[in-house]
């Protein structure tokens, strides 16, 4: 039996066979995330698919509105300067308990004197942790009242506070309050001044609008 030798391999064909190997090589380092060494065969990777997005959520801004029902009541004392043709309340300040912290009543406001129950108007402001700056507007449903035609006597008021403004959690808040309050007055003689104890209430809705953004 005659055991036939195996020929040697050309040059030729040893370095396509080592070319064959690296370009294989390369492609497995490619598909697992390596680098190919510098100098080596490239293979020319194949481009991904592109996918499409399903939906683009863009964020926009919305405004949100809240409804916040006040409460607070005050005592304090409130200093008054009398003249020929009505009243001014040069200062107004009050302590107390009120909605998110708005413990302190500041204020002031003048008003007429021609009958037992007069308009007033002014401005006033409830401090704690959040600030409402408020305005009284001169009306018919705003007035205080005597409850004798001469001094001394109590005086009532009732009206209505316009929210100009707040702070805090009450920032950009809008509406109206309505306010019951009460103090005796001594005299009314013109170019006289007294400091009086006062009672008062307020009660209403606020109207809060904020902007929050949302996807």
């Not at 370009?23 to 499409?52: E, M, N, Q, R």
């Not at 007429?112 to 308009?119: H, N």
């Amino acid at each position: 039996m005659r055991i036939r030798a195996n020929s040697p391999r050309s040059g030729s064909e040893v370095t396509m066979g080592r070319k064959a190997v690296a370009v294989g090589a390369i492609g497995l380092l490619a598909a697992l995330g390596v680098a190919a060494p510098s100098g080596a065969a490239s293979v020319k990777p194949v481009a991904p698919v592109a996918h499409t997005a399903l939906a683009d959520h863009v964020a926009k801004k919305v405004t949100k509105v809240t409804h916040v029902a006040f409460k607070g009541s005050y005592t304090g004392t409130i200093a008054l300067l009398w003249s020929s043709t009505g009243v001014q309340a040069t200062s107004v300040s009050g302590h107390g308990t009120g909605t998110d912290g708005a413990i302190k009543l500041t204020g002031a406001g003048s008003g007429t004197a021609a009958s037992t129950c007069d308009p007033f108007s002014g401005a006033g402001s409830l401090v704690g942790t959040s600030g409402l700056r408020l305005k009284v507007v001169s009306s018919t449903k705003t007035q205080a009242c005597a409850v004798n035609s001469a001094a001394p006597t109590p005086v009532t008021v009732n009206g209505v506070a316009t929210v100009l403004s707040g702070t805090g959690k009450f920032k950009g808040a809008t509406g109206t309050l309505s306010f019951k309050g009460q103090f005796s007055i001594q005299a009314t003689t013109a170019g006289s001044r007294e400091s009086d104890s006062f009672t008062a209430t307020l009660t209403g809705t606020l109207t809060i609008k904020t902007v929050v953004t949302v996807k």
